[in-house]
C-alpha cells in the first residue's frame, strides 16, 4: 500500500500539555469511581468533585487521548438535522428535552473555561448544515421550524458561506468549536485541583460487586459505592449494550492553509457522502480539517482508500497545501439518535451508571451525560433522565455484526506493511508483516466476544466488525469494549 500523506494521529493532541497522572497502585477507596477520561467522564467526575465527594477516574491509556480527542470538537445544539426527526418520532417534548439537555452541555462547557481559565483555542462560530440539491431545501426549512419550535436560533439561508455552489443550508449562531484535547487535559486538572485522584495507564480489567463496588486494574483496585463506566461502548454492564448500538467510524485529514477563515463557521454536509469541515491549529499554524463519511468499524477491507478519496475532494474544493495530521475516530450510533445514559438497573445494580451511542455527536450530549450521571449520583432531579434511559425499548435488527475483511490464504499473500487474517483449523491468526519482512502474529478472535478482526490498514490496527473494539498491531487493546489484549498466537 503506497504510503498516505500527514502524520498518523489526531491535530488536537499534537498541542496539547503533556499528563502525567500515576498508574494505581495499590487498595483505595472513594465514593465514586469513574472509568474512562473522556468526555463524559471528566465531566461527571468535576460536577461530583465540585459538590465535594470524593472521586477517583481511571484511565486505561491517557487523558485527552483518545475518542473526545480524536473528534471535530464542535460545541453546538445543531446536530445535521434532528429536531424535526426527534419530534415525528420520539415527539415534542422528547425533541425540546434534547435541545435543553445538549443546550446545558453547551453552555456549561463554556462556564468551565471560563471558570477554570481552560486555554483550549474556544471560539465561538456559527454552525452550518447545508445540501447541494434544491429538491432537499424544504428539509432545511423544516428543520430550521422546527429548532425555532423548541426555542433554538436558527435560520434557513439561500447558501452555505463555502466557497462552492449548494442549494441551501440551515444556520445555528452563537455556536463554539475547541480544542477537545487541551480541554479534557483542562478539566483532569480541575479535578485533581478539587481533590479528585486521577490515575493513567490503568485499564479497569474486572468490574464487579462486592460489599461495594469493585474496579480492578493490573495495578490495584478501587472500592466504591458509584461506578461510572464510560468507556465509549461500555466494557461492563448490568444490562447488555452491545446490540442496542452500531459501532461506527470515521476519517479525518487536516490540511495546511496560511488562511485562519479558509472557511468561516463549522459545516456538515446531509447528502451522501457526507462531509464535516472547521479550521483548527497546530503548533505550525491554521488547518483545514475535514471528515469523510461513517462507515460500520472493522467492516472496511480498505480504509486508506478513505483517507485517498477525502483528499481529493479537499483539493478539487480548497486551495490547502501539504496534508498535515490524519486519524481515524470511532463512535456508537443508536437506532433513535439519542445516547444511553443513566442507571441501567437501579434495582439490582444500584450505583451502577453508563454512558454511550453519541452518534457522533458527543461534545454537547456527552457533557450532558455527566452531568445527568452526577445528579443521579447525588440524588438529584433530573429531567432529561427519560430522554437518555438507557433500557428504553430499541429495535432487534438495529445492531448490525460484520465479518472480517481480512481473511488470506497464505503468509505468502501479506506483503511488507500489510496484513491478514489466516485460518488453521478451527484457529483464526491475525498476522502483520513490519517493512523489514518480519511476520507478526497475535490470535485474531476478538477478546470481547469471539468475532474476528479486520485490519485498518490506514491506522495499523485490528478492529473488531461486531462490537467495535480496537486493538494495535501488536494486540494491545486501544479501547474496548474488549478488556484483555489479544493473545500471541504461533504461525
Not at 490547502?320 to 495530521?325: R, S
Not at 438507557?390 to 481480512?406: A, I, V, Y
Request: hydrophobic content about 40%; aromatic content about 8%.
Amino acid at each position: 500500500m503506497p504510503a498516505l500523506p500527514g502524520q498518523l494521529g489526531s491535530c488536537w493532541s499534537s498541542t496539547a500539555a503533556a499528563t502525567r497522572y500515576p498508574r494505581l497502585e495499590g487498595s483505595m477507596h472513594a465514593d465514586t469511581v469513574v472509568v474512562g477520561g473522556g468526555i463524559v467522564g471528566l465531566t461527571t467526575a468535576l460536577r461530583l468533585c465540585e459538590q465535594g465527594r470524593s472521586v477517583i477516574l481511571l484511565e486505561a491509556l491517557k487523558i485527552g487521548g483518545q475518542v473526545t480527542g480524536r473528534s471535530t470538537a464542535k460545541i453546538t445544539t445543531q446536530h445535521a438535522l434532528i429536531y424535526r426527526y426527534l419530534m415525528e418520532t420520539l415527539g415534542r417534548e422528547a425533541a425540546k428535552t434534547y435541545a435543553e439537555a445538549n443546550g446545558a452541555g453547551a453552555s456549561c462547557i463554556r462556564n468551565w473555561i471560563d471558570g477554570y481559565g481552560i486555554s483550549c483555542d474556544f471560539e465561538v462560530k456559527t454552525a452550518y448544515a447545508y445540501t447541494h440539491q434544491s429538491m432537499r431545501r424544504h428539509e432545511i426549512a423544516a428543520e430550521a421550524g422546527a429548532a425555532r419550535e423548541l426555542g433554538l436560533n436558527a435560520e434557513m439561508l439561500g447558501r452555505a458561506p463555502l466557497p462552492f455552489a449548494t442549494a441551501a443550508a440551515l444556520a445555528f449562531p452563537d455556536q463554539a468549536q475547541f480544542n477537545p484535547a487541551r480541554y479534557l487535559v483542562g478539566l483532569a486538572g480541575a479535578v485533581a485541583g478539587r481533590g479528585g485522584q486521577i490515575f493513567e495507564n490503568s485499564r479497569a480489567r474486572l468490574i464487579d460487586e462486592a460489599s461495594r463496588w469493585r474496579v480492578v486494574t493490573d495495578g490495584g483496585t478501587v472500592h466504591a459505592e458509584h461506578v461510572i463506566v464510560a468507556t465509549n461502548l461500555p466494557v461492563k454492564s448490568p444490562v447488555g449494550m452491545a446490540n442496542r448500538t452500531q459501532p461506527r467510524s470515521h476519517v479525518a485529514m487536516a490540511f495546511r492553509t496560511d488562511d485562519p477563515v479558509m472557511v468561516d463557521g463549522m459545516f456538515i454536509g446531509i447528502d451522501e457522502p457526507t462531509r464535516s469541515m472547521r479550521m483548527g491549529r497546530d503548533a505550525e499554524g491554521p488547518l483545514l480539517i475535514v471528515l469523510g463519511p461513517k462507515f460500520d468499524t472493522g467492516q472496511d477491507g480498505d480504509v486508506a482508500r478513505r483517507f485517498v478519496e477525502v483528499e481529493l475532494w479537499v483539493r478539487q474544493h480548497f486551495p490547502v497545501g501539504e496534508t498535515a495530521w490524519r486519524w481515524c475516530n470511532e463512535d456508537y450510533d443508536t437506532a433513535d439518535r439519542v445516547p444511553f445514559a443513566g442507571t441501567p438497573d437501579p434495582e439490582k445494580a444500584p450505583g451502577f451508571h453508563i454512558a454511550t451511542g453519541f452518534n457522533g455527536w458527543g461534545i454537547s450530549n456527552g457533557t450532558a451525560a455527566g452531568m445527568l450521571i452526577a445528579d443521579l449520583v447525588a440524588d438529584k432531579a433530573n429531567s432529561w433522565k427519560n430522554l437518555y434511559n438507557p433500557t428504553r425499548p430499541f429495535p432487534k435488527d438495529f445492531h448490525r455484526n460484520g465479518e472480517s475483511q481480512s481473511i488470506v490464504a497464505s503468509a505468502e499473500d501479506i506483503a511488507p506493511g500489510g496484513a491478514g487474517v489466516l485460518l488453521r483449523g478451527d484457529e483464526k491468526i491475525a498476522a502483520w508483516r513490519d517493512e523489514d519482512g518480519r511476520l507478526h502474529a497475535t490470535s485474531a478472535t476478538c477478546t470481547h466476544k469471539g468475532c474476528t478482526v479486520t485490519w485498518n490498514n490506514a491506522e495499523r490496527t485490528w478492529d473488531c466488525p461486531c462490537h467495535g473494539s480496537i486493538f494495535a498491531a501488536d494486540g494491545s487493546v486501544i479501547h474496548g469494549p474488549a478488556r484483555k489484549p489479544l493473545p500471541p498466537a504461533q504461525l
